[in-house]
């Protein structure tokens, strides 16, 4: 089984910042591609920024400037820097591994 934990979601600010973590533990697995998605409230889920096994990375256009995805191969984890945040980036945050498996989701509340 392989299993998929985000942390470092919150309530911030208005122009703040944010890291999100996703650590990936099992049994049996391989890190590929890793991405970030999210989902606004009422909203469908939108693929957020990915990154490849190689360190190539691609961001929505929405956060591009101001989120930065990044991993750590040896510690199983993939990490999403989001800095300048605003209201409308308040969302879930997913993570998803290899684009089949998913963690829970981190709430991220961007509010004053």
């Known amino acids: 089984q392989v299993q998929l934990a985000e942390s470092g979601g919150g309530l911030v600010q208005p122009g703040g910042s944010l890291r999100l973590s996703c650590a990936v533990s099992?049994?049996?697995?391989?890190?590929?591609?890793m991405g970030w998605y999210r989902r606004p409230p009422g909203k469908e889920r939108e693929l957020v920024a990915v990154?490849?096994?190689?360190?190539?990375?691609n961001v929505a256009s929405s956060v591009k400037g101001r989120f930065t995805i990044s991993r750590n191969n040896a510690a199983n984890t993939v990490y999403l820097q989001m800095n300048s945040l605003k209201p409308e980036d308040t969302a879930v945050y997913y993570c998803?591994?290899?684009?089949?498996?998913w963690g829970q989701g981190a709430q991220v509340t961007v509010s004053s």
């Open positions: 099992g049994n049996r697995f391989s890190m590929n591609v």
């Open positions: 998803n591994l290899n684009g089949r498996i």
């Open positions: 990154i490849s096994s190689g360190g190539r990375d």
